[in-house]
């Protein structure tokens, strides 16, 4: 099989900041069987699972290319933390962040399954990180999301209280054939 080089995709980056925890107050829908569980050591073939499930329609290929040594890094850094959302009694999405040097927390992924988008859990999902986040009283939390995530990403991190502080064009090279092929076999 060969290893086309996939085109390369233009992106409009928005980086985001929030200053102060979120006033907003969500209850979870009642008719919904949810949870939210912590994973320290996450295994690696759960964490790409999780990352593939929620990141394919929005391009996320940043951790899909990393080698096993170089994902353990990031996600089994006493510094990160990792939530697997389940509905109904299944994995439907996670975040994850990361505290930093200075007070500064980072939302470094956030997102639901496909399977659990229109059913009203996802300003509660995010509601959840951004209380887990604030307990740890950072000066302030960052993110960033792009042209190529849901379209009204960006309006719901500003709808919680994150304000854009930067913009910037990028570019996302797509998985190639070659890359997924590769990628489930590490599954």
């Given at each position: 099989m060969e290893n086309q080089q996939q085109t390369p995709l233009s992106v409009h980056v928005t980086e985001l900041e929030m200053t102060a925890p979120p006033k907003?107050?969500?209850?979870?829908p009642s008719?919904?069987?949810l949870a939210l569980m912590r994973v320290p050591q996450i295994p690696l073939p759960f964490y790409r699972f999780l990352y593939r499930q929620v990141g394919t329609r929005w391009e996320w290929v940043d951790r899909i290319r990393m080698s096993d040594e170089e994902l353990s890094a990031n996600v089994?850094?006493?510094?990160?933390?990792?939530t697997v959302f389940y509905l109904e009694g299944a994995p439907a999405g996670f975040y994850e962040y990361q505290q930093q040097d200075g007070g500064i927390t980072?939302?470094?992924h956030f997102g639901l399954f496909e399977?659990?988008?229109?059913?009203?859990?996802g300003k509660w999902f995010l509601l959840q990180g951004l209380k887990a986040m604030w307990a740890d009283k950072p000066e302030k939390i960052i993110t960033a999301t792009n042209?190529?995530?849901?379209?009204?990403?960006?309006q719901l991190y500003q709808q919680f209280g994150f304000s854009p502080v930067s913009t910037y064009e990028s570019e996302i090279t797509p998985l190639?054939?070659?890359?997924?092929?590769?990628?489930t076999r590490k599954l």
């Open positions: 907003a107050h969500i209850i979870a008719n919904l069987h089994h850094n006493e510094r990160t933390t990792i980072e939302l470094i399977r659990a988008l229109g059913l009203g859990v042209s190529l995530d849901h379209p009204r990403a960006l190639s054939d070659a890359e997924l092929l590769a990628f």
